[in-house]
């Protein structure tokens, strides 16, 4: 008998670890939010990825290439939030507030903060918020200042090999997912050239 119930008490464990493995893994699944999907963008022609959230609480990638090309502005990736690219923009309005990496040529290899100072129609550093600091982003030297236009914005302006990035955040409000989301996103980026 004492065999018996030892044999059930085992047996009884075994189901109750099993049956708590299954449903704290089920449950775990379902918790996860539906902006965990993160998609890498690899940029061949330039030598930088970078990653992103995607899905509904995350952001769509769209790029845009220069119609003037007299100027040394390459392209620019821009994110928007998944949510803003289902709303109607109003036509001659606003767009909402993104995240956004431009690529320029850089054929003199001018530091950052030379090229921000001689550009800025594209660093907006006129509009900056308090000092310009110096950092790397993906090994690559950096400067890093808020600006305040239609959005207030975090940019850093890396300068990598022939190319100048611009990195910039817009946001509304601290507490803003994009705000939140930028930080990530720059700590992503590496170069590989």
């Known amino acids: 008998m004492n065999k018996k119930i030892s044999y059930l ?25 539906e902006s ?10 330039f030598g930088f990825e970078f990653s992103y959230r995607t899905g509904p609480d995350g952001y769509v990638l769209e790029e845009v290439r220069p119609t003037d090309l007299g100027t040394n502005f390459i392209k620019a990736l821009i994110l928007f939030r998944t949510e803003d ?23 003199e290899r001018q530091s950052p903060q030379v090229w921000a100072d001689t550009n800025v129609q594209y660093s907006t550093i006129n509009l900056k918020i308090g000092d310009v600091s110096e950092t790397t982003v993906g090994g690559a030297s950096a400067i890093r200042y808020m600006a305040d236009g239609l959005y207030v914005s975090e940019n850093l302006i890396v300068a990598n090999g022939e190319h100048i990035y611009i990195i910039t955040g817009q946001f509304l409000d601290q507490d803003s997912d994009i705000r939140r989301d ?5 700590q992503s980026i590496r170069f590989s050239s």
Do not use: C, Q, W
């Open 85 to 107: 690219t289902e709303r109607e923009m109003p036509v001659g309005g606003e767009g909402p507030p993104v995240m956004a990496v431009a690529v320029f040529d850089n054929p």
């Open 9 to 33: 008490i085992i047996l009884l464990v075994i189901v109750l670890i099993g049956g708590y493995f299954v449903f704290s893994g089920d449950k775990g699944v379902e918790n996860l939010p």
């Open 182 to 186: 930028f930080s990530p996103l720059v």
């Open 36 to 45: 965990s999907n993160t998609t890498i963008h690899s940029d061949s022609e």
